[in-house]
């Protein structure tokens, strides 16, 4: 489980999709093989760790159903590592297993900040709602506002600076993860 807030930005340092394995360029020091890191959102295991390098091996279905396929080497990343039963939860609970992709599909300056929308699948519909959480490249969201299947939220200045969003681009994919508590509300499971 994450909670959303970004700790630091890594970079991808090599990138072997078609192999099924990532290396990343991290501060995080602390690292273990066997540890669950958060990449761009995308809750993915520590296979080696080295010094500032962890290596990632990635499946088949996180390389089908995420933006991990469209990284390149040099790229930041955002990062942060599992959540402790002792941390503070600044964000929202996160599972770091993607719902789907979504595109940005336009970036205006409000203000300081930035209103990013993004165009999402019709079938996460039911679990995105104004003023609720949700998690765009493992970052911790609030929704701002909701038209058919398009959603918007305001990126304050401290997310710009600290997370990869102040390089996104329109057109790009994002990783998007739904709120835990409504998917499991809405879940058609009950």
């Known amino acids: 489980m994450f909670t959303g807030i970004i700790e630091q930005l890594g970079r991808v340092k090599e990138i072997f999709p078609e192999k ?23 809750c993915l295991t520590a296979s080696r760790v080295d010094k500032k390098t962890v290596w990632f091996d990635i ?3 996180t390389r089908r159903r995420t933006t991990i396929g469209n990284l390149k080497t040099g790229q930041k990343v955002n990062l942060e590592r599992a959540l402790k039963l002792s941390d503070r939860i600044g964000g929202h609970l996160i599972t770091g297993h993607i719902d ?13 900040g ?72 809405k879940s058609d499971l009950r």
């Not at 990343?24 to 020091?29: A, D, P, Q, R, W």
């Not at 997310?159 to 499991?184: C, M, S, W």
């Open 114 to 185: 930035r209103e990013m929308t993004i165009l999402f699948p019709a079938g996460l519909r039911k679990y995105i709602v104004p003023k609720g959480s949700i998690a765009v490249e493992g970052v911790s969201l609030t929704v701002n506002k909701v038209s058919g299947n398009r959603f918007s939220v305001v990126l304050v200045p401290y997310t710009l600076q600290q997370t990869t969003f102040n390089e996104k681009r329109v057109g790009e994919e994002v990783n998007i993860e739904v709120d835990i508590i409504a998917r499991y509300l």
């Open 59 to 61: 499946s088949p279905e």
């Open 100 to 112: 789907s992709k979504g595109r940005i599909l336009s970036l205006k300056q409000t203000g300081a």
């Open 20 to 42: 099924g394995i990532m290396v990343l360029e991290t501060e995080i020091s602390d690292l273990k093989p066997g540890e669950s890191l958060s990449v761009n959102g995308i």
